[in-house]
C-alpha cells in the first residue's frame, strides 16, 4: 500500500504557453508606449521651441525602436550659410552669458514624464487579460 499522493494539474499546459507569452506581449505594448511617448515630447518640444527663423523647429526630430525612443535635432536641416541648429539648439535651451536660457527640450520630456509612467503601468491590466 503506497502513501502517496497523485495531483492532477488540468489547464497546466495552456498556463504554461501563456506565461511564455507574457515578456513578448509585454516587450510589444511598452514598445508602444515609448513609440507614442516619444512622439508626445518631440511634438510638445516643436509647441514651445523659440521661432526665429524656423530652422530649429523644423529640426526637433524623434524616432522609437523598440524601448529606446529618442528627441533631438535631426542635423542638416539648415539650409545655406546659416548655422545648423545641431550647433545652436544648447545656446537655446540653455541660455550663454549673453542670452537667457529659453528651455523647449526639458519641459517637454518633464510634461510626459507622468503620462509615460501611467502608460507603462497601465500595461499591467492587459497582460493579465491576455494571461486568463
Do not use: C
Amino acid at each position: 500500500m503506497s502513501n502517496g499522493v497523485t495531483i492532477r494539474l488540468e489547464g497546466f499546459d495552456a498556463l504554461l504557453r501563456a506565461l511564455n507569452r507574457q515578456p513578448a506581449l509585454a516587450r510589444k505594448l511598452l514598445t508602444q508606449v515609448v513609440e507614442r511617448s516619444t512622439f508626445n515630447v518631440a511634438t510638445r518640444a516643436r509647441g514651445i521651441v523659440p521661432v526665429d527663423s524656423g530652422d530649429l523647429l523644423h529640426a526637433i526630430d524623434s524616432s522609437a525602436r523598440g524601448l529606446n525612443g529618442r528627441v533631438g535635432i535631426n542635423d542638416g536641416r539648415s539650409s545655406g550659410s546659416k548655422q545648423s541648429p545641431s550647433v545652436y539648439w544648447k545656446s537655446v535651451e540653455f541660455g550663454t552669458k549673453y542670452k537667457a536660457a529659453r528651455p523647449f527640450f526639458r519641459p517637454a520630456a518633464a510634461a510626459e514624464s507622468t503620462p509615460f509612467i501611467d502608460a507603462a503601468r497601465g500595461i499591467g491590466p492587459k497582460l493579465e487579460r491576455d494571461f486568463s
